[in-house]
């Protein structure tokens, strides 16, 4: 999906609008996650925290015209691209959230599609499929030599 560098723009901002809200002021923290609400029928993209109280909104025009059945697959890139530039440019550094704590896409029952982008201190380990591939047949094998010993 395609859209006008003005849609890019406003995505960008309304991120920056909602963690905003986090900018940190003083040594208190909050435990919180993004939640990234698209909606295909209105077009637009709803941020809220944890809580469900809302941090801000847009509209994106092309996502109200989006007929496809694959909407979420469409707008995840874009929305983990920009989350990924916010990171980046080192405004996820200013926010008083405790670590760890993610952005999320969520459909619109609230449930999660997918983890956009984990914040975390640079000494944890994130376990993806990549690391985890083989793990049960090696946790197998370790167990059976064990047990024929």
Aim: aromatic letters at 6%; charged letters at 40%.
């Amino acid at each position: 999906m395609n859209i006008s560098e003005q849609s890019h723009a406003s995505v960008a901002s309304t991120l920056k609008e909602a963690i905003g809200r986090y900018t940190a002021t003083d040594d208190s923290s909050v435990v919180t996650d993004i939640h990234l609400q698209p909606k295909q029928d209105s077009g637009e993209l709803v941020i809220f925290n944890d809580d469900d109280e809302e941090l801000a909104r847009t509209i994106i025009d092309e996502w109200v015209d989006y007929e496809g059945d694959d909407f979420y697959k469409e707008v995840e890139p874009l929305l983990r691209a920009e989350v990924t530039v916010l990171k980046d440019e080192g405004e996820l550094d200013k926010l008083c959230l405790m670590k760890p704590y993610s952005f999320v896409l969520v459909d619109d029952e609230k449930e999660t599609i997918s983890e956009l982008l984990l914040v975390d201190d640079d000494d944890t380990l994130l376990l993806d499929d990549e690391l985890l591939k083989g793990l049960d047949e090696e946790l197998d094998a370790f167990l059976k030599d064990l047990l024929e010993k």
